[in-house]
T-cell receptor, first 115, second 113 residues
Framework: AQTVTQSQPEMSVQEAETVTLSCTYD???????LFWYKQPPSRQMILVIR??????QNATENRFSVNFQKAAKSFSLKISDSQLGDAAMYFC????????????FGTGTRLAVRP | NAGVMQNPRHLVRRRGQEARLRCSPM?????VYWYRQLPEEGLKFMVY????????ESGMPKERFSAEFPKEGPSILRIQQVVRGDSAAYFC???????????FGPGTRLTVT
């Protein structure tokens, strides 16, 4: 089974500090995508960042960046200068064309931001 | 540019009734995915459809659940004879093709009493 594992059920960060959320995955494919989604209390799923497995360069979106270690099958999310609005559930997910792009999600990490 | 639309946002059904959840994908998107999120859990894939075709239903329960995406109109997820265990948030996502990225609707929260 193609699984995604998030080993941190909860994390906490001080406002303006940096936090890293961990994610590992299992796959036998060479061409796949990795994502981080944010789910605030409204429950809307918001795409934070995506990474194509064939790209060596780590993706960056403003304060959000990833550390993609393909050999280790690791895909962590770093949030810099944390803001109160970053408080949410964060889900790591993967997909691949061979599986019709369906997303496999991890169990999530609840991030709290302390003022 | 309207996003993915789902209705109703909240649906209450008594045990044994039918639930119909609708999803209108983004304009130009012909691929629709349904996911279920049980309380305090991540999203789980249910079914993947293209217009008039079910491509992958490996995540659908074998009984009581069905999905369609007709040539005209929204995609429908239908749950017959609902039970309390069906209470969950059901999310629809759409994409224009196999491009890796999906856009999610706001979800339908189903409560079975």
């Amino acid at each position: 089974a193609q699984t995604v594992t998030q080993s941190q059920p909860e994390m906490s960060v001080q406002e303006a500090e940096t936090v890293t959320l961990s994610c590992t995955y299992d796959t036998s494919e060479s061409d796949y995508y990795l994502f981080w989604y944010k789910q605030p209390p409204s429950r809307q799923m918001i795409l934070v960042i995506r990474q194509e497995a064939y790209k060596q360069q780590n993706a960056t979106e403003n304060r959000f960046s990833v550390n993609f270690q393909k050999a280790a099958k690791s895909f962590s999310l770093k949030i810099s200068d944390s803001q109160l609005g970053d408080a949410a559930m964060y889900f790591c997910a993967r997909s691949s064309k061979s599986s019709g792009d369906k997303l496999t999600f991890g169990t999530g990490t609840r991030l709290a931001v302390r003022p | 540019n309207a996003g993915v639309m789902q209705n109703p946002r909240h649906l209450v059904r008594r045990r044994g009734q039918e639930a119909r959840l609708r999803c209108s994908p983004m304009k130009g998107h012909s691929h629709v995915y349904w996911y279920r999120q049980l309380p305090e859990e991540g999203l789980k894939f249910m079914v993947y459809l293209q217009k008039e075709n079910i491509i992958d239903e490996s995540g659908m329960p074998k009984e009581r659940f069905s999905a369609e995406f007709p040539k005209e109109g929204p995609s429908i997820l239908r749950i017959q004879q609902v039970v309390r265990g069906d209470s969950a948030a059901y999310f629809c996502a759409s994409s224009p093709g196999l491009v890796g990225e999906q856009y999610f609707g706001p979800g339908t929260r189903l409560t079975v009493t």
